[in-house]
């Protein structure tokens, strides 16, 4: 049997054996097998790494999309929250509402009827006002008719009179020439004044243009004058400064 080379025991120099080549062998075997292990487990902690970092980064974005998440579930349950006193509120403004409604159509309906009240008094006053103006037209006319009637029953009266006393013209003529001459020596007068009211003037009065009646027919003259002293045309008279002169032209106490 031959021996096997790697198996004899190598001779140093130093003279001493040194270690068996089988030894050697295997040592070199289990060094390279460890370097292939160690390779392995560095790819492998590569990938390791790898994958923790993934995992890192998966659970930093599942942070922040459970942060909104949470973030819109705490608003929902802030919401949810509120609802009743959100509700509440809502309900109140719809009562105010409601009243503030029910308020308008009061008001409406008491401007109606204030409107036809108004629309009533206004028709009334101008009812009032067209009765008014009728009243006053018609007054207007009894006043016109009763001047005329009085001025008719004036003019009859007159006529009457003058039937009765055909001479009065001619005596009224020659009365209102006696009384126009007898009032400018009236004021053109010095001697026995008294003074008297005759239109708002003191007017002086002497005795020596005082009258004397001539006769009966005198005397008759003056009481037709005197009957007609508060009508229209009436003489004045003149007097002498008697307590009985009131300067009208006529004596009150009918006295010649």
Not at 16 to 21: A, E, K
Not at 43 to 62: F, Q, S, W
Request: net charge positive; aromatic share 4%; charged share 30%.
């Amino acid at each position: 049997m031959g021996s096997n080379p790697s198996f004899v025991p190598e001779i140093g120099s130093d003279g001493l054996p040194r270690q068996s080549s089988v030894i050697t062998y295997t040592e070199q075997i289990i060094e390279a097998e460890q370097l292939q292990l160690k390779k392995y487990i560095q790819e492998n902690y590569t990938k390791i790494r790898d994958v923790e970092r993934e995992l890192a980064n998966l659970g930093l974005e599942m942070k922040l999309t459970s942060g909104p998440k949470k973030a819109v579930k705490c608003e929902m349950t802030l919401l949810l929250s509120y609802m009743p006193c959100l509700l509440q509120a809502l309900e109140h403004m719809r009562k105010k509402i409601e009243a503030s409604t029910e308020k308008i159509r009061v008001a409406k309906i008491q401007e109606e009827q204030a409107r036809k009240v108004w629309e009533s008094a206004s028709k009334t006053v101008q009812e009032e006002e067209a009765i008014k103006q009728k009243l006053c037209e018609d007054l207007s006319k009894l006043v016109e008719e009763s001047n005329n009637s009085q001025l008719s029953r004036l003019e009859d009266l007159k006529r009457r009179l003058e039937a009765m006393n055909p001479n009065r013209s001619s005596t009224s003529l020659h009365s209102d020439g006696r009384s126009s001459s007898l009032d400018s020596a009236i004021q053109g007068g010095s001697a026995g004044n008294v003074p008297y009211q005759n239109n708002g003037l003191k007017v002086p009065v002497t005795n020596e243009h005082k009258p004397q009646p001539p006769s009966e027919e005198g005397r008759n003259k003056k009481k037709v004058n005197y009957q007609r002293g508060k009508g229209i045309g009436a003489v004045p008279k003149t007097r002498s400064s008697t307590p009985d002169w009131t300067g009208a032209g006529f004596d009150v106490d009918g006295r010649t």
